[in-house]
């Protein structure tokens, strides 16, 4: 089945550090990647998503690239800030047999980062 | 953005005893309603899909006549943790999904059964 993995955290990094949280995937065909990010107190919110090979997605200066070679999709911002402090998720959805319509989403453990001034 | 709400966020009960936690899609009609289960440093946990005036599609090893699901209206489905037990200590989650605005997810619920 699909799985995937991210590294432990927490991640702890000064204030205008680069930032990089691994993701590796297992999954048949051509699922879609997802980063998710989880604010104290709050619900999930997607962060970034790419959907074939080679495709970057970014949002709010994160960046990662869907990787199908190395399986992996790992989450880069070049300047974190205090207000980046949270737990980001790697998950991924669809893959072999994909046929439309709604596929369960896998997630990661998580990753929680914490930035300080 | 489309918001979800939980309620409530922290609930303490006994051992034997059953509770409810709500799910609300607060400014959109939910297709499809889903409720995940986090254990500490695990990730997410689907237990179950449920979409609104059909049953719950329960995922293998989830016993239904435990966490009972009902998604009653488009805007609220409710997750029952039936004779609870501390091994169903744990965060709850819940989305839903608007077909066109995708999926979105609540502050989740943090169960503890002493």
């Known amino acids: 089945g699909n799985s995937v993995t991210q590294m432990e955290g927490p991640v702890t990094l000064s204030e205008e550090a680069f930032l990089t949280i691994n993701c590796t995937y297992t999954?048949?065909?051509?699922?879609?990647l997802f980063w998710y990010v989880q604010y104290p107190g709050e619900g999930l919110q997607l962060l970034l998503k790419?959907?074939?090979?080679?495709d970057k997605g970014s949002n709010k200066g994160f960046e990662a690239t869907y990787r199908k070679e190395t399986t992996s999709f790992h989450l880069e911002k070049g300047s974190v800030q205090v207000s980046d402090s949270a737990v980001y998720f790697c998950?991924?959805?669809?893959?072999?047999?994909?046929?439309?319509?709604?596929?369960?989403?896998?997630f990661g453990t998580g990753t929680k980062l914490q930035v300080i001034p | 953005g489309a918001v979800v709400s939980q309620h409530p966020s922290r609930v303490i009960c006994k051992s034997g005893t059953s509770v409810k936690i709500e799910c609300r899609s607060l400014?959109?009609?939910?297709?499809?309603m889903f409720w995940y289960r986090q254990f500490p440093k695990q990730s997410l946990m689907l237990m179950a899909t449920?979409?609104?005036?059909?049953?719950?599609?329960?995922e293998q090893g989830v016993e239904k006549d435990k966490f009972l699901i009902n998604h009653a209206s488009l805007t609220l489905s409710t997750l029952t943790v039936t004779s609870a037990h501390p091994e169903d200590s744990s965060f709850y989650i819940c989305?839903?999904?608007?077909?066109?605005?995708?999926?979105?997810f609540g502050p989740g619920t943090r169960l503890t059964v002493t």
């Open positions: 989305s839903a999904r608007d077909e066109d605005l995708g999926q979105y």
């Open positions: 999954a048949t065909g051509y699922p879609s």
């Open positions: 790419a959907t074939k090979a080679d």
């Open positions: 998950a991924l959805s669809g893959g072999f047999g994909y046929s439309g319509g709604y596929q369960k989403v896998t």
């Open positions: 400014d959109f009609q939910a297709t499809t």
């Open positions: 449920s979409n609104e005036g059909s049953k719950a599609t329960y």
